[in-house]
C-alpha cells in the first residue's frame, strides 16, 4: 500500500525491509525550492509512522575544501515559504492521501 502510494505519488524507492516492515522513498526535490527530501515509513500494528528527512541543496566551498549540506529531520518549524516549512507540507500532503484516515501527530521531545 505504502510502495504503490509512493510510485503513484512520482516517488521512488529506495529501500524496503520486510523483516522490518520499513520502506524508504528515494530523494525529491521540493517544486519551489532547491530542497531535497525523502521519506520513511514503519509500520506497528496498524500504524503507519512517516518521518522525513530533507536539506538544502548547496555546497560551500573553503579554498580547496568543499562541504555539502546534510540531511536534517523534517519538522514543523519555520516560516511559510522556507525550506523547513515547505518540507513539513509535503510529508503532510503526502500523508493526507491515505484517505478516510485519522491523523494523530506526535511531538518528538
Do not use: C, H, R
Not at 560551500?60 to 523534517?74: L, M, P, Q, R, W
Not at 523547513?84 to 501527530?105: G, Q, T, V, W
Amino acid at each position: 500500500m505504502i510502495g504503490k502510494k509512493l510510485i503513484d505519488n512520482d516517488f521512488s524507492i529506495e529501500k524496503k525491509d520486510k523483516d522490518f516492515f520499513t520502506i524508504q522513498s528515494s530523494p525529491k526535490n521540493l517544486e519551489k525550492l532547491d530542497v531535497s527530501y525523502y521519506l520513511s515509513f514503519v509500520v506497528k500494528d496498524s500504524t503507519i509512522i512517516l518521518t522525513g528527512m530533507s536539506k538544502m541543496n548547496i555546497n560551500i566551498n573553503f579554498g580547496a575544501v568543499t562541504t555539502e549540506s546534510s540531511y536534517d529531520k523534517i519538522i514543523n518549524k519555520g516560516m511559510n515559504g522556507s525550506p523547513n516549512k515547505e518540507s513539513f507540507n509535503a510529508m503532510l500532503k503526502f500523508a493526507k492521501l491515505f484517505s478516510e484516515s485519522d491523523y494523530e501527530f506526535i511531538t518528538e521531545k
